[in-house]
């Protein structure tokens, strides 16, 4: 079993950024690809970012594509995720996933 917990998240202007983590423990974290994923309000969880676990591979949903950076400090058991020239369509509830396993989600809204 393991446990993940996001933070990170709050207000942010159109054009700014935010960093996301994701602290993982409770498993061998560095044996997983994990992922990004986020729910706004009224649509469907979506798929944001992912990294194989060596972090030697990313990949992006074309929306956060050149924006967005996914990370991991596999020694800190934590994965990251840059958002650099927020837009509006950004604002959603923001959730990190290892296998069957998710976090309970960091808030990120706009603020503009």
């Known amino acids: 079993q393991v446990q993940l917990v996001e933070s990170g998240g709050g207000l942010v202007q159109a054009g700014g950024s935010l960093r996301l983590s994701c602290a993982a423990s409770g498993r061998t974290f560095s044996s997983y690809a994990m992922g990004w994923f986020r729910q706004a309000p009224g649509k469907e969880r979506e798929f944001v970012a992912a990294?194989?676990?060596?972090?030697?591979?990313?990949y992006y949903a074309d929306s956060v594509k050149g924006r967005f950076r996914i990370s991991r400090d596999n020694a800190k058991n934590t994965l990251y995720l840059q958002m650099d020239n927020s837009k509006f369509e950004d604002t959603a509830n923001y959730f990190c996933?290892?296998?069957?396993?998710w976090g309970q989600g960091t808030q990120v809204t706009d603020a503009s």
């Open positions: 996933k290892i296998g069957d396993s």
């Open positions: 990294i194989s676990w060596s972090g030697g591979s990313t």
